[in-house]
């Protein structure tokens, strides 16, 4: 997955997503 894919769900998540790839794919599983 790459860190636009990752930002993307995280937006539609309505989470931060700024940080580093191992942070957003954290942040997604939370």
């Known amino acids: ?3 636009a ?3 993307e769900l ?3 998540a309505g ?3 700024s ?3 191992a ?3 954290t942040r997604l599983n939370e």
């Open 1 to 3: 997955m790459t860190v």
């Open 5 to 7: 894919e990752l930002k």
């Open 10 to 12: 995280l937006k539609a």
């Open 15 to 17: 989470k931060p997503v």
């Open 19 to 21: 940080g580093k790839k």
């Open 23 to 25: 942070d957003l794919i």
